[in-house]
Nanobody, 124 residues
Framework: QVQLVESGGGLVQAGGSLRLSCAASGRTFSTISPGWFRQAPGKEREFVAGITWRGGSTAYADSVKGRFTISRDNAKNTVYLQMNSLKPEDTAVYYC?????????????????WGQGTQVTVSS
């Protein structure tokens, strides 16, 4: 398994930006496909973005496409989520996750390791 630690959450006004980071350890980072999910109060956890282990392919939820960007730095064992033009509906706990495969990035069942989550709150 992979140990994942998220950081970078916080409180921001609508229209602002945040960058989340997720530091990984315990498995060769270049062999995993990391993703970001989020869970708002009273809602199911949902897929936000994913990136393959080589970084050649990315996937985004329709609700964040064009505003969020996922990237990875294999030298730093870190995956990032740059969030721009934030909206109040983006408020949630954001989780980093790791998958061993580059397939099925949109499904939480593809991921076998999860971080503890970081809170993102967007005020109107």
């Amino acid at each position: 398994q992979v140990q994942l630690v998220e950081s970078g959450g916080g409180l921001v006004q609508a229209g602002g930006s945040l960058r989340l980071s997720c530091a990984a350890s315990g498995r060769t980072f270049s062999t995993i496909s990391p993703g970001w999910f989020r869970q708002a109060p009273g809602k199911e956890r949902e897929f936000v973005a994913g990136i393959t282990w080589r970084g050649g392919s990315t996937a985004y939820a329709d609700s964040v496409k064009g505003r969020f960007t996922i990237s990875r730095d294999n030298a730093k064992n870190t995956v990032y989520l740059q969030m721009n033009s934030l909206k109040p509906e983006d408020t949630a706990v954001y989780y980093c996750a790791a998958a061993a495969s580059a397939y099925g990035l949109r499904s939480s069942e593809s991921y076998d390791s999860w971080g503890q989550g970081t809170q993102v709150t967007v005020s109107s």
